[in-house]
Structures are given as C-alpha cells and as structure tokens.
C-alpha cells in the first residue's frame, strides 16, 4: 500500500481498505470489548468508519493534543499536552490517528495510556509517512503508507485553510488537488 509523491486515493479505495483493517482488527480481538482511543481532529472520519468494521463490542473515546510552548530554565521548547484519559486497566486499546509522521505525539499519547495499565495497546493509522519518523514506532495497522511530504486533505484530513475535511477522497498536494475535488464533485 505504498504511494510515490503526490498521489490520491479514491473514496473507495478508502472504503475498500478500512474494511481490510476492520477485519483485521477484529480477528485480533477475538470478540472481546474493544476500547478504541481516537485523537481529535484528523482521526475522527477514519476512526468511524473503522469502527463500524469492527466485529466486536467498542467504547469510543477522544482526546484532543494541545501544543503549547514551555520556558523551562529559560529555554523555551514545545510539548504537548493531553486532556484526563479513560480508565484502560485491563482492556483492549486501539489508538486510531489520521497521520503518523515523526511519531512524538503518538509515542507520548501511547506511553500515557500505557500509564493505566491496559491488557494491549495498539495503533491504526489512516496514513503512515514513515519517512518522517523521529522515534522507534511502527503502526500495527495501517491504510496506505506514503512517502509524499505534501500535505494530504480530505477523509478527514484539512488543508491549511481548515477545509477540505469533508471530502470522500484523500490527495495530497493541497492546492490543486483540493480546487479540482471540490469542482469534479457530484451533487
């Protein structure tokens, strides 16, 4: 599933490959509740969608990063913060995110949950760019992997104008691609 620069992917392609996921995911789980985590606001459409493949009980949560900068001892420097997560001691966990690019913020995310003792924690990403990766982690699901360094924008994922999310097909090289979408779409 991997893609030179630039590219697309067609709605169902999309559909096609998140219901690959979901029955992989649910051979996985074997039946047993599944507590799913999704990351606010690029997850939400690919994580719908998967659940909705998965052949198991779920409970959905959501946690929106906040990125603030932090003086500390004079040096400024970037983190990132998470609200309260849910209660996971014991459970199943499935982290599901639109990108894993240099993987920071899932591999925090990851170890946070981990915090509470879950019985497995995975991770499903929509796209993986793994030539961007900055920390040891791999995703144990993915949709499409690409070494595109553009911007991808729709199924969930915005331009950097913040529209574009609500596309069925996913392309990246925002601009053009996104005038054409939103132009070639069908009423």
Request: glycine residues 12%; hydrophobic residues 40%; charged residues 30%.
């Amino acid at each position: 599933m991997s893609r030179g620069k630039g590219g697309a992917y067609s709605a169902a392609r999309i559909a096609a490959r998140v219901a690959e996921l979901g029955k992989e995911v649910s051979r996985e789980c074997e039946g047993r509740r599944l507590d799913v985590v999704v990351t606010l606001d690029r997850g939400f459409i690919f994580a719908a969608d998967l659940m909705r493949q998965i052949d198991a009980p779920v409970v959905c949560h959501f946690v929106r990063e906040e990125v603030r900068d932090v003086q500390d001892s004079g040096n400024a420097r970037r983190e990132v913060f998470f609200g309260s997560g849910p209660e996971l001691k014991g459970r199943d966990v499935l982290v599901v995110d639109a990108v894993l690019e240099s993987g920071v913020t899932q591999e925090f995310l990851l170890r946070r949950l981990g915090e509470s003792g879950p019985r497995s924690i995975r991770l499903a990403v929509l796209l993986d760019k793994p030539r961007k990766r900055r920390v040891a982690l791999e995703p144990d699901y993915f949709g499409f992997r690409t070494a595109s360094n553009q911007v991808w924008v729709g199924y969930g994922l915005a331009a950097a104008n913040g529209t574009g999310r609500n596309l069925r097909q996913l392309s990246s090289g925002a601009n053009g691609s996104l005038r054409k979408s939103v132009k070639g779409r069908k009423k």
